[in-house]
């Protein structure tokens, strides 16, 4: 059997944000609707502030709004709260963006909880988990609709497909879930917890993977031909490269996995690239749905 074909997070998230842009451009001209995303940050951590820098870039690029507002770190929830509550009265904003984690001070699910449901582009409001899991039109987690998405390039119908699930976290497992239901694929969940975890994996056509566990899921629990999609990241220490040096890897042990699945997300460049596009995708649905203006797919076809 050959190696797995690589799913190329970069080249395929690379795709849906042309097409995004293009959308954004079609939406425009046809409704003159521009949408606009605001992310906000508290604190001073580095990796935040380089995410919200990138997805403010990405936004940009894709002809959105974009509006970035950073607070101190000392930022008292309250202050937080009516930031939020004027970005849910702003008009030109179509998506609120809280990037976590937020200081010891700031309860974070009151933060979440205060965004608009209709401005969710995280998808974490508690309607909007609901709305998912009753099958009603919503914003969906962008890194669980990224995974679907790769897989589709694979497998374009995942009708009567066996997903499995490893992961039951409510940002990546549940509503991972709870969208290959969605594409009438026969789902289970697994977690650490459940019994024969290598027997359940063996079972998928497409296994999607989020337990935060490096190089967890070995070869030999990978079905031939599945789809396995890798979230996890998670950096090691790497001794062939020398003393002291570290690489990243995921919940997959890759070299193995790709001797059996059909089709494998790399660490990195795999899943990450598209949770920034899903964003921008979320965004645009958000200032369509807003305006009930019937939203574009950016995704079909990929």
Not at 55 to 69: D, I, Q, V, Y
Not at 74 to 87: F, G, K, Q, S, V
Request: glycine residues 10%; proline residues 7%.
């Amino acid at each position: 059997m050959s190696e797995a074909q690589i799913l190329d997070g970069k080249m395929i998230g690379g795709r849906l944000r042309n097409r995004i842009a293009e959308d954004v451009r079609g939406v425009d001209a046809d409704h003159g609707v521009k949408p606009g995303l605001a992310a906000v940050l508290v604190g001073d951590d580095p990796a935040s502030q380089v995410y919200v820098r990138n997805k403010g870039r990405a936004t940009e690029e894709a002809g959105m709004r974009s509006f970035t507002h950073v607070l101190g770190g000392e930022t008292e929830e309250a202050e937080l709260l009516a930031l939020i509550d004027r970005l849910n009265a702003d008009d030109r904003v179509d998506g609120i963006l809280v990037q976590l984690p937020l200081p010891p001070q700031i309860e974070t699910n009151k933060v979440l909880e205060r965004i608009a449901p209709e401005k969710d582009v995280d998808g974490f409001h508690p309607i909007n988990v609901g709305r998912l899991a009753t099958g009603r039109p919503t914003l969906a987690p962008g890194t669980p609709l990224g995974c679907v998405i790769l897989a589709k390039t694979v497998r374009p119908d995942l009708t009567g497909a066996d997903a499995v699930v490893i992961g039951r976290s409510n940002i990546v497992g549940k509503p991972a879930a709870q969208l290959l239901l969605a594409e009438n694929a026969t789902v289970t969940v697994a977690h650490s917890r459940s019994r024969d975890l290598p027997a359940i994996a063996r079972r998928a056509d497409v296994l999607v993977v989020a337990v935060g566990r490096a190089e967890m899921v070995r070869g030999d629990w990978i079905k031939p031909g599945a789809i396995v999609i890798d979230v996890g990241i998670q950096r090691v220490p790497a001794p062939e490269k020398g003393e002291g040096k570290t690489k990243l890897v995921g919940d997959v042990a890759f070299s193995e996995a790709k001797e059996v699945a059909g089709a494998i997300t790399p660490v990195p460049g795999g899943v990450g690239p598209m949770t920034v596009a899903c964003l921008l995708a979320n965004t645009l649905r958000a200032a369509c749905l807003r305006r009930g203006i019937t939203p574009p797919d950016p995704a079909a076809g990929l």
